[in-house]
């Protein structure tokens, strides 16, 4: 098993989805279950990705995160995307929206996060702002939005 010859844990990440596999015969919170069960890894649980899929596919988030083996969760991933054409893109570019921290603060409701890194990839922001973006990323994990 390949953990078994790292010296660190693997984790798995769920993906920001534009659009829908064809004939799937699980959902994403099935499969990553499954594989998370499976092969022994531990849950990298993205909740833009999860706002991704809620917005491009209608996947409730809720459904999701009650399908994830959420005591394996070892981290967490909040970003900001941008809605263009229809869809929702995680662009790591744009400040984290009240929908991602309400799916944050969701899945803190069920499960300890252990960590929550804000994703950004560009179009930094100044101190202030990125002060503001990370004390609303730690009230929805704490509890106090």
Known sequence: ???ESLPVPLALENIAPLFAWPDDELTEGQFLAEIVDRIGVLLL????SLH?????????PDEVLDQLPLEQLAYVHVAGGVLR???WHDTHRHPVTGSVLDVLAALAERADVPGAMLERDG???????????????????????
């Open 1 to 3: 098993m390949t953990q």
């Open 45 to 48: 649980v993205d909740v833009a």
């Open 52 to 60: 991704t899929a809620h917005v491009n596919l209608g996947q409730d």
């Open 85 to 87: 054409d229809g869809l």
């Open 123 to 145: 179009d930094y922001p100044g101190p202030a702002d990125l002060a503001d973006e990370l004390a609303a990323i730690r009230a929805a994990v704490e509890g106090t939005r």
